[in-house]
């Protein structure tokens, strides 16, 4: 048996096997939100239409709310919890290539790093694309074409994180994409 400290700090015994509630469900509603939209943006719908715009605007918001969820959320949401120092990064990445990460129960560093990144692009790519509804913008092609090249960085950064949460997946012996829909992950380390 060991102890975890639960939300609003008691202390609470945790026999092997159990699971804690990590991610909730604003954080699950955003992820999979942003997963469909971007599904639907990059292969389904046409470039410029009205649907097109909608996504993209819904996203947009999404991130929104999820920078203002990440200041007033539950403990995992939180920036304060997961933004990593450059020195965890270092030494995150360093135990990584050796095979020796350790676990976490919210995001690793470089799990941060990539949510920060995409949450990003997720806003550029959304402002770029409201650029081109402009009258001062339509149809200037750099606007058009850093538009693009945004939302291929989303496809490449999506699928670095798809392949980093299956090796993750695998590695710690817990299945992460279920905990995105459950959200709930193992409790013991």
Same mark, same amino acid.
């Given at each position: ?77 939180? !920036? $304060?919890?997961? @933004? ?10 360093? &135990?990584? +290539?050796? #095979? =020796? ?61 798809? !392949? $980093?949460?299956? @090796? ?10 279920? &905990?995105? +829909?459950? #959200? =709930? ?5």
């Amino acid at each position: 048996m060991s102890i975890l400290t639960g939300e609003g700090g008691a202390i609470q015994p945790l026999h092997k096997g159990e699971t804690v509630r990590v991610w909730d469900p604003a954080v699950r509603l955003f992820h999979w939100a942003v997963v469909t939209g971007c599904v639907l943006n990059l292969f389904i719908l046409e470039e410029g239409k009205a649907l097109h715009r909608y996504v993209g605007y819904t996203i947009a918001a999404l991130v929104t709310l999820r920078i203002v969820w990440g200041f007033v959320g539950t403990r995992h949401a939180r !920036f $304060a919890d997961f @933004v990593p120092r450059p020195s965890a990064v270092l030494a995150y990445g360093s &135990a990584l +290539v050796r #095979g =020796r990460e350790p676990r976490f129960v919210g995001h690793n560093p470089l799990g941060a790093l990539m949510m920060l990144a995409l949450m990003l692009l997720l806003a550029l790519t959304a402002g770029s694309g409201f650029m081109m509804t402009l009258d001062a913008f339509w149809g200037v092609k750099w606007v058009k074409e850093l538009h693009a090249v945004l939302a291929n960085a989303i496809l490449v950064l999506a699928g670095v994180h798809a !392949f $980093a949460a299956i @090796v993750e997946s695998v590695r710690h012996r817990e299945n992460l994409v279920l &905990a995105m +829909v459950t #959200g =709930r992950k193992r409790a013991d380390a």
